[in-house]
């Protein structure tokens, strides 16, 4: 959780929201010509996405458009003076900022925006990204603005020839790919579940391929992942592994104060008790070619299974559930029972989940450890974040928590 002053924290103890604790939003624009910052004035909705597995966080905001200010084309002299007269009773139309006739278009796909919540004066940074695309309602005088934070470019980004890494280390590809794209990342280590550090002989990426294809091969089986930080950068960590008895929360969600709605669900959907890995591998025959004078070798494929019993009988019902996988690293016995061991850990995660509704705390992150005190469902135990679905509106500021079991 990122650090927040005493006053913000003092708004998040209560799930009144007046008064001084009355939800706030800021939504600026990146004037693509002078790199001005420009508020978006009258923004009434808010809505952010945060998914540990999507790695690219979501945005939308809604804003008044009297008048079709903020539309993209915007342009007075596609109006007779007739009309300016008869529809603008703010001011000179020619002097409306938002128009850019002799420069880029400011309200168009792929300006950077930045988006602020809190309550008050105090708010905290939550991203900066750029617009997808741009929604006009002439009926209600009102414009929708959609985008993604800057990890958008590593997923339409594409290689522009065939690039091949060799003796690389994984992250090493993964930060590389982000300067290629132009998108600011700080990296840690990638392990594997060995302790190792993953080490590539030789990795290709082909022409036109997107960079995330790559991202997503190279971080297949690890215990890391990509989260988007609050400046709209990259940040690749580990993935934290939790102790139900040492770690404390970094955040209480209680009934009593800040929970608004709670549901706790318990499945067996997508979870598999037998991994199975494909192997294909060359082996020497006893012929040998004459004209070479070498052993000759073929190409065979085997396959290699992990089982896990406690599985089969608590979540599957006795059934037999596999899977077939592919993790390249995992290039011995050894390795492939420890990338089994990482699978199995992550359904035993989706097994036990909570989705709950609280008062919207700006400060929250993906894998924060938070308690649970709820008496109906008689949570009472911790549980890591691994989606947050932000709202503002009029209603108030609230999160959609997405918790899994450590």
């Known amino acids: 959780m990122r650090p927040i002053n ?3 924290l003092q708004f998040l103890s209560m799930r009144h929201q007046v008064a001084e604790r009355e939800p706030s939003a800021s939504v600026f624009i990146i004037n693509p010509n002078s790199g001005e910052r420009m508020r978006v004035d009258r923004v009434f909705s808010v809505d952010l996405d945060r998914d540990a597995e999507a790695r690219a966080m979501s945005f939308r905001f809604s804003a008044d458009n009297t008048s079709g200010w903020l539309s993209p ?12 007269n008869k529809i603008f009773n703010r001011g000179n139309p020619w002097g409306n ?4 006739m002799n420069g880029k278009k400011i309200f168009w796909p792929n300006t950077k925006v930045e988006i602020h919540l809190g309550y008050g004066d105090e708010q905290l940074p939550q ?4 617009i997808d695309d741009i929604q006009i309602n002439a009926e209600s005088a009102t414009i929708s603005v959609q985008g993604r934070s800057l990890y958008k470019r590593i997923i339409e980004g594409t290689a522009p020839e065939e690039i091949t890494y060799k003796d690389h280390y994984a992250e090493e590809i993964i930060v590389d790919l982000h300067k290629r794209a132009g998108v600011p990342i700080t990296a840690d280590q990638i ?3 060995t302790g190792e550090r993953y080490k590539i002989k030789e990795f290709k990426i082909e022409r036109a391929e997107a960079w995330e294809s790559a991202v997503s091969k190279l971080l297949e089986g690890t215990y890391s ?9 990259s940040i690749l960590k580990q993935i934290p592994q939790y102790d139900q008895v040492v770690d404390k929360a970094v955040h209480i969600l209680d009934e009593a104060h800040n929970l608004t709605k709670l549901g706790y669900k318990i499945t067996d959907y997508d979870i598999y008790n037998r991994l199975t890995f494909k192997i294909e591998e060359e082996v020497e025959t006893e012929e040998v070619d004459k004209q070479e004078n070498e052993d000759k070798t073929t190409k065979i494929t085997r396959y290699e299974s992990f089982d896990n019993q406690t599985f089969r009988d608590v979540f599957c019902g006795g059934q037999v559930r596999e899977d077939i996988i592919n993790i390249p690293w995992a290039d011995t016995f050894a390795k492939r029972e420890l990338a089994a061991k990482a699978l199995f850990r992550k359904f035993r995660q989706r097994y036990r989940t909570m989705s709950v509704s609280a008062v919207g705390h700006p400060a929250l992150e993906i894998y924060d450890l938070c308690g649970v005190r709820d008496h109906i469902s008689t949570a009472s135990q911790r549980y890591y974040i691994k989606a ?3 709202t503002f509106s009029e209603q108030g500021y609230f999160d959609l928590i997405e918790l899994e079991f450590p």
């Open 127 to 130: 991203l900066v990204g750029y």
């Open 225 to 233: 992942y990509i989260k988007t930080g609050y400046d709209g950068s």
């Open 191 to 193: 392990l594997l579940p």
């Open 97 to 100: 900022p938002w128009a850019s």
């Open 388 to 390: 947050i679905r932000t």
């Open 73 to 84: 084309d915007y342009d007075p002299k596609k109006l007779d003076d007739a009309v300016i």
């Open 6 to 8: 005493h006053q913000l």
